[in-house]
Structures are given as C-alpha cells and as structure tokens.
T-cell receptor, first 116, second 113 residues
Framework: DAGVIQSPRHEVTEMGQEVTLRCKPISGHNSLFWYRQTMMRGLELLIYFNNNVPIDDSGMPEDRFSAKMPNASFSTLKIQPSEPRDSAVYFC??????????????FGPGTRLTVL | GENVEQHPSTLSVQEGDSAVIKCTYSDSASNYFPWYKQELGKRPQLIIDIRSNVGEKKDQRIAVTLNKTAKHFSLHITETQPEDSAVYFCAALSQAAGNKLTFGGGTRVLVKP
C-alpha cells in the first residue's frame, strides 16, 4: 500500500489566491482527517469525514476554508482567499472506522503551504 | 469536548537515560490513547498505543501506562539513543466523539550523546 497520498507537497502562493490541497486515503479506510500544524498552535484538527460525510468541522478556522470528499478515495481542502496566516503544514490522515475500539490514524507526508 | 494536556514541553536527556512524558485527558469516555513520534520535517508516526481495557503496554524500549481513574497516561523510553530525538505527541480518542483524536501539545525530546 502506498499510504496516504497528498499533493502538492509544497505550495507557495500569493495572498488572495485560491489554494487546493488534495488527499487520497489508504484503500479500505473510511475515516479521513485534515490537520493543520504550526509552531504556535501545534497540531489542530480542522475537519473529519466518516464514510465521505463531514462529521465535525468545528476546527475549520473560518469560511475561507472548505473541504469536500466526493468519494472514498479523494478529498480536497480549499482556502479561498488565502492569507499569510494560513501558512502551515497541512496533514491528511486516514483510519478505519470501527464500531469497537479506536484505530490508528495514518498520516500523509503533508503539504507545506506558504502564503506571501 | 476532550482536552489533552502534555508535559513537559521540552525534555533533554543524556544518551542511555530514561525519558518520561505525561498526559492527562478530560473525557472519561476516551478509550484509545496513541503516541506519535514526529521527526523534523516528517509526518507524525504511531510508535505505540494503549486501549482503555489495558493498564500497561511495552514494545522493546518503549512502554505506555494508563490510569483511567486519574485520567492520565505516560510514555516511558528507556536506554535513550540519539535517534529518539523528536517531537512526541500523545492523543486521546473518544468513540462518543465519533472517532476524533485530540492531541496534546507535544514534547520536544533531545537525547544528548
């Protein structure tokens, strides 16, 4: 298995531009998570999906952020318009949704976003 | 919602010594407690986890303990090596919260040769 795949790995853009981050979860995993990591705020959960349905988006900072999961193998996180304070590493993670006890989340390599 | 506190934020140890990181959680419904290691510029990777029906788990030089009554859990690394230098995150998952992991703030561990 290739693991969680994210693209692009690095993104440099100018303030006001639209940014789209992409994620392909591990095949067979039915939970998908988007995290943001900064030195100041640590690792923050932005939104997560179970079976392609958004469950909790309380971590999405504001309306400029949106996320979709049109099918079980693809998700996007969009920032429009982007601002310098959005600069961070964005991780996607996936896991199996289990009725029993919790399961390991596997992280993708991350997208390092720089907004100038 | 769940709140996870992690201490210390930084930890410096001599090679060969032990390192201990402690976390507390607030949601008594949490039942899964993973620990992740993140090396500089890399993704977080699971190193050990413990479930609420177990009090202790060990994997070579790494061990984790869980005290459900006190709602705290700890990571113990023995015989530390320079390659153990990284940031370590604890986390708690509450099934009641729908499979959502809440992370602690992280501990930066430096193992001095």
């Amino acid at each position: 298995d290739a693991g969680v795949i994210q693209s692009p790995r690095h993104e440099v853009t100018e303030m006001g531009q639209e940014v789209t981050l992409r994620c392909k979860p591990i095949s067979g995993h039915n939970s998908l998570f988007w995290y943001r990591q900064t030195m100041m705020r640590g690792l923050e959960l932005l939104i997560y999906f179970n079976n392609n349905v958004p469950i909790d988006d309380s971590g999405m900072p504001e309306d400029r952020f949106s996320a979709k999961m049109p099918n079980a193998s693809f998700s996007t996180l969009k920032i429009q318009p982007s601002e310098p304070r959005d600069s961070a590493v964005y991780f996607c993670a996936s896991s199996r949704l289990s009725r029993g006890l919790g399961d390991e989340q596997f992280f993708g390599p991350g997208t390092r976003l720089t907004v100038l | 919602g769940e709140n996870v506190e992690q201490h210390p934020s930084t930890l410096s140890v001599q090679e060969g010594d032990s390192a201990v990181i402690k976390c507390t959680y607030s949601d008594s419904a949490s039942n899964y407690f993973p620990w992740y290691k993140q090396e500089l510029g890399k993704r977080p990777q699971l190193i050990i986890d413990i479930r609420s029906n177990v009090g202790e788990k060990k994997d070579q030089r790494i061990a984790v303990t869980l005290n459900k009554t006190a709602k705290h859990f700890s990571l113990h690394i023995t015989e530390t090596q320079p390659e153990d230098s990284a940031v370590y995150f604890c986390a708690a998952l509450s099934q009641a919260a729908g499979n959502k992991l809440t992370f602690g703030g992280g501990t930066r561990v430096l193992v001095k040769p």
